[in-house]
């Protein structure tokens, strides 16, 4: 399921449906999404590979529509079906990611949780749907997915085609261009973690 492939096999369109199901549905957290995104915004780029190249408008559209769609149609599978559909799941990797997911909605409440957990792997398919289990305000759900679901898939679509617009040939590089991605994908958790446990220790040592 590596990024390339999905997007020769099914273009922007492919891209939408990526991004509505890594969000939308459980089944869907082991889709590459930031990859993804990074590489199409890439493949938009005049340097790009032609036989693989995508128009970066449509494909923006196309990002940012399933990204928004699919967590609000995950959040709405949250509330009706409650925590039946994660209880039945024996994927290890999904219940760590929901525990992640619970754990971010408790330290940092609603609206950052929301907005950092699109940038962790499996923790963002998982959110939505807790957030419903969990009875997150429907209308501070929607505000908040909206701002980080744009921030997401528009920002990492963009920095792919600023990267790929900057540098001739940069698609050869692209396995190392990913899993940096990744890497920076996951750094504004990190970032909170961090001051967090600084705030903890602060805490303890004035007590």
């Known amino acids: 399921m590596d990024a390339r492939s999905l997007l020769i096999a099914f273009g922007v369109l492919g891209v939408g449906l990526v991004m509505f199901a890594e969000t939308g549905l459980l089944v869907g957290f082991f889709l590459p999404g930031d990859s993804l995104l990074f590489t199409a915004g890439l493949l938009c780029a005049d340097t790009a590979d032609r036989a693989v190249r995508m128009q970066l408008a449509p494909l923006l559209l196309a990002a940012a529509v399933g990204a928004l769609v699919g967590a609000q149609c995950g959040y709405a599978i949250g509330r009706k079906a409650g925590g039946a559909l994660l209880a039945r799941s024996g994927s290890k990797r999904l219940h760590e ?3 992640r997911a619970e754990e971010l909605l408790r330290r940092y409440g609603h609206a950052k949780a929301i907005v950092l ?4 792997p499996v923790v963002r398919t998982v959110i939505n749907p807790l957030a419903g289990v969990l009875g997150v ?3 501070t759900f929607a505000v908040w997915q909206v701002a980080g679901g744009l921030v997401w898939s528009i920002g ?6 600023a990267l790929g617009s900057s540098i001739p040939d940069v698609d050869r590089y692209l396995l190392p261009l990913v899993a940096l991605i990744v890497i920076v994908s996951i750094a504004p958790l990190l970032v909170e973690v961090v001051r967090s446990r600084r705030a903890a220790a602060a805490g ?4």
């Open 156 to 161: 990492l679509t963009l920095a792919g085609y």
């Open 117 to 120: 957990a699109r940038f962790v």
């Open 97 to 99: 990611g929901a525990a």
């Open 204 to 207: 303890d040592t004035a007590e």
């Open 137 to 139: 305000p429907a209308r």
